[in-house]
């Protein structure tokens, strides 16, 4: 039988809200780090042809100014798409148990609730969304693409 190499790709897109307010800190060296977590539900029909609703719990680290941007713009219950890369650690808790976890390390996260409106004379208008990246030089005009019209219809 052939070798066969598998392609490297590491890429997920998930969209939920977030479970309680992210967790803003800074390393050693200074470097901004935040840590939340996301709840993505699934609507299916089961076998008796009823509606379902299954909850999945992601969490998600976001770095540097894109954990700033976190930091500032979200709270708990936010609306947010996360794109990214899966990755795992493993650390030894305070009563010595290896853990680890697996987690998205985020690379955009798109901001979906709209920003309340500030009063004149306070930098203006809303905003009614926000792309927030690891890399700020590059920006994508929109997740929007990635989303059905019903779920279009909900962030307007």
Same mark, same amino acid.
């Given at each position: 039988?052939?070798? &066969? ?22 390393? /050693?060296?200074? /470097? ?33 100014? &894109? ?79 990635? &989303? ?9």
């Amino acid at each position: 039988m052939a070798d &066969l190499k598998m392609p490297e790709i590491n890429y997920v897109i998930v969209a939920g809200n977030l479970t309680k307010d992210p967790i803003f800190r800074q390393t /050693t060296n200074s /470097t901004p780090v935040v840590n939340f977590s996301i709840a993505s539900n699934r609507k299916y029909k089961d076998s008796s042809n009823q509606w379902q609703e299954d909850v999945c719990y992601v969490g998600i680290v976001a770095w540097n100014k &894109l954990a700033e941007s976190c930091r500032d713009r979200l709270k708990k219950g936010s609306a947010v798409l996360v794109d990214g890369e899966l990755q795992s650690r493993s650390w030894k808790s305070d009563d010595g148990h290896n853990r680890s976890i697996v987690e998205i390390k985020a690379r955009r996260i798109q901001f979906l609730n709209k920003r309340e409106r500030q009063p004149e004379g306070e930098n203006g208008a809303a905003h009614e969304d926000f792309i927030a990246e690891e890399d700020s030089d590059y920006t994508e005009d929109s997740f929007d693409k990635f &989303l059905s019209n019903e779920e279009s219809d909900l962030i307007k």
